[in-house]
């Protein structure tokens, strides 16, 4: 089958905001080519990521490539859709950068797996561990946690920094026996990573069916399926029960607009980890949370991008 590759030169903060609207357009996949993997300290037992050519990245900013049937929906109509929703990226403060947007026809077999070559095992914490599901891995240790992930199934390999961030603050705060909140969830590995690290139960929302689908294909993957609830739904909306901790890596600008709701279905003392931060938006989430009655208690950072914590007091 012939595809058309719809590829977007783009900023790195701006990454995750572009590949949903990618999603949204009918996307089941994207590529993220980051010139960063070119100087990644990788700890795997694979070279193949030595092998890499900076001929293939851009070199500067990212580019973030989906792939669409070339019979499945009239090109020039995504091509404008997607202009406007950059154009509304822009708005909310995200520096998108040159956004360009460049179309090409290619063959299935030139990129449904070489792709996998960018994506090894990573360790986030001490003792977590995420593997796509095609490598061999050897266990570091007896109590290592190992997160099996397919990328393919849905945006969110793990490795990014956004994601990096929850993953430690769940290690450091969650309980076990804790329910929790996850909050686009996407391919549910916040989830996976909490059940795993003891949680009772988490219901794991997202808004596009396409995650809800890879989110419940990730859980079965994991063997955690019965601990981990996948719903379609927007944000919190029409959630009641309060829970011991809700987690949310997405945009600032989607934050700041449901913390009345995290606040209302947190337990006192429960806790709100809060990922997707640029931290030029730092200061924006923290006037959110604190209005809604949150307090902060930890802000952790990997290069330009803030998790923070707070609790209901």
């Known amino acids: 089958?012939?595809?058309?590759?719809?590829?977007?030169?783009?900023?790195?903060?701006?990454?995750?905001?572009?590949?949903?609207?990618?999603?949204?357009?009918?996307?089941?996949?994207?590529?993220?080519?980051?010139?960063?993997?070119?100087?990644?300290?990788?700890?795997?037992?694979?070279?193949?990521?030595?092998?890499?050519?900076?001929?293939?990245?851009?070199?500067?900013?990212?580019?973030?490539?989906?792939?669409?049937?070339?019979?499945?929906?009239?090109?020039?109509?995504?091509?404008?859709?997607?202009?406007?929703?950059?154009?509304?990226?822009?708005?909310?403060?995200?520096?998108?950068?040159?956004?360009?947007?460049?179309?090409?026809?290619?063959?299935?077999?030139?990129?449904?797996?070489?792709?996998?070559?960018?994506?090894?095992?990573?360790?986030?914490?001490?003792?977590?561990t995420i593997k796509p599901v095609w490598e061999e891995y050897e266990l570091k240790s007896p109590d290592e946690i190992i997160i099996e992930m397919d990328p393919g199934m849905a945006f969110g390999t793990g490795t990014h920094p956004t994601t990096i961030l929850c993953l430690r603050a769940i290690e450091k705060y969650l309980s076990p026996g804790d329910r929790v909140y996850d909050v686009g969830t996407g391919t549910a590995i916040l989830s996976i990573a909490a059940v795993k690290l003891g949680a009772e139960h988490v219901l794991a929302m997202d808004l596009d069916e396409v995650a809800v689908r890879s989110a419940q294909a990730n859980t079965e993957l994991n063997g955690v399926h019965e601990s981990i609830t996948v719903r379609q739904n927007n944000l919190l909306d029409g959630i009641e029960e309060q829970v011991e901790m809700v987690i949310a890596n997405i945009l600032a600008e989607v934050i700041v607009r449901f913390t009345d709701d995290v606040y209302r279905v947190l337990k006192p003392g429960g806790t709100f980890i809060a990922s997707g931060i640029i931290e030029a938006r730092e200061a924006d989430v923290k006037e959110a949370l604190t209005a809604s009655g949150l307090t902060i208690v930890e802000t952790i950072f990997i290069d330009d991008w803030v998790a923070i914590v707070s609790k209901k007091r």
């Open 1 to 128: 089958m012939n595809w058309s590759e719809i590829s977007i030169h783009t900023t790195a903060e701006a990454t995750e905001a572009v590949s949903s609207l990618l999603y949204e357009l009918g996307a089941n996949g994207v590529v993220i080519e980051d010139p960063e993997v070119l100087y990644r300290e990788w700890d795997t037992p694979f070279g193949e990521i030595y092998q890499l050519s900076p001929d293939d990245f851009p070199a500067e900013g990212v580019f973030v490539k989906a792939y669409l049937p070339v019979e499945s929906r009239d090109l020039l109509e995504v091509v404008e859709t997607l202009r406007g929703q950059l154009a509304e990226l822009i708005e909310y403060g995200l520096d998108i950068g040159k956004a360009t947007i460049a179309v090409n026809d290619v063959h299935e077999d030139e990129w449904a797996h070489a792709w996998k070559k960018y994506y090894k095992p990573i360790h986030v914490t001490d003792r977590m």
